[in-house]
């Protein structure tokens, strides 16, 4: 079980993302410098990059198990990704992310930024999607999207799946997938799911990469805390 999110930070950014981290995971933030985690804790590791080298690494996986590690650095969110893993040592099994310093964050709550439930009317896949009912709603989550180079969807868990929220979202973005018609940045972007539950977190993240590959997602990372 994952026990916080610990940071090692140098102009900021980085504490900026650990402490969104936690208010989405609801787990503890602090820095490496300042940790009283127990040692052997399983953690979520951000540091800033120079060089490749991601720092406080290598003593935070000396000290803790590092479930999945981030990278913040200067190039886009997605980068460096192999050089990365390669300069820390990160093994495989363990998820590696990069996300760029500086960048802007967008932030929506649902149902409250996506209210309207998709009735199947078609105007969106016939090209007329500011006929939508919901379409007011969708057009600033369309564009923080294509504005963005990570998605990071934290869903909760209700009776072992995604709640409907997140799926009436999802049906509004069908005139997207691939065989529709596609927007091709999404190809350069990455996505990450994060859920905690008692239980049924696999299935709670199924849902929604089965939209995230059709949107054309080049890679996306489901990260599941059990509480």
Known sequence: MIKAIIYTS????TVQYAKLLGEKTG???????ESSVPKDSEIIYLGWVMASSIKGYKKAARQYRVRAVC???MRAAGSQL????KQNAVPVCTPVFTMQGGGQLFEFYLPWDMPHVCIGCYACINGNEENCGGYD???P???AMEQSELIIFCPPTHVFHTPGQIKTLLDHFGYRWLVH????SFLKKQAVIITTAGGGMKSTVRDIPDS??????ARTHCITQAV
């Open 10 to 13: 140098n102009t900021g950014t």
């Open 27 to 33: 787990l503890p933030v602090c820095s490496l410098s």
């Open 71 to 73: 990278g913040v650095c």
């Open 82 to 85: 192999a050089e990365v893993r």
């Open 137 to 139: 709603a969708l057009k």
């Open 141 to 143: 989550i369309i564009s």
């Open 181 to 184: 018609r596609p927007d091709l």
């Open 212 to 217: 995230l590959n059709y949107w054309g997602v």
